[in-house]
C-alpha cells in the first residue's frame, strides 16, 4: 500500500482570511514573534500497490483535479510512511 500526502495552500498572492486571523489571535495569547501564518489543507491518501513514479503521476491530477483548486492553490505531492493518525495512535493520543 503506498500513501502518499497532498499539501494544498493558498498561492501567494491570494488572501487568507483564515490565516490572518490565527496570526491575529497569537500575540492575544501570548505568543510572540510569528510574522505571518498561511491555512492550507492535508490530504493523505492510501493507494493500492507500491509506489511508483506512475502512481505519483496520478495522484498528482488527483490533486489538481479535485482536491486543489489551481487557480488560487498550490499544491505538493510526497509518500509518507506512516499516517498522522498512525504517529498520533503510537504517541498515545
Not at 1 to 13: G, H, L, S
Not at 41 to 68: C, S
Amino acid at each position: 500500500m503506498a500513501r502518499y500526502v497532498v499539501d494544498v495552500m493558498p498561492k501567494p498572492e491570494i488572501l487568507d482570511p483564515q490565516g490572518k486571523a490565527v496570526h491575529g489571535a497569537l500575540p492575544r495569547l501570548g505568543f510572540t514573534g510569528v510574522v505571518d501564518v498561511r491555512q492550507g489543507k492535508r490530504f493523505e491518501l492510501e493507494v493500492e500497490g507500491e509506489a511508483t513514479p506512475e502512481l505519483l503521476a496520478e495522484v498528482e491530477r488527483i490533486a489538481g483535479t479535485l482536491l486543489a483548486n489551481p487557480v488560487i492553490e498550490d499544491f505538493e505531492v510526497h509518500t509518507e510512511e506512516r499516517t498522522v493518525a498512525e504517529v498520533a495512535q503510537e504517541a498515545g493520543r
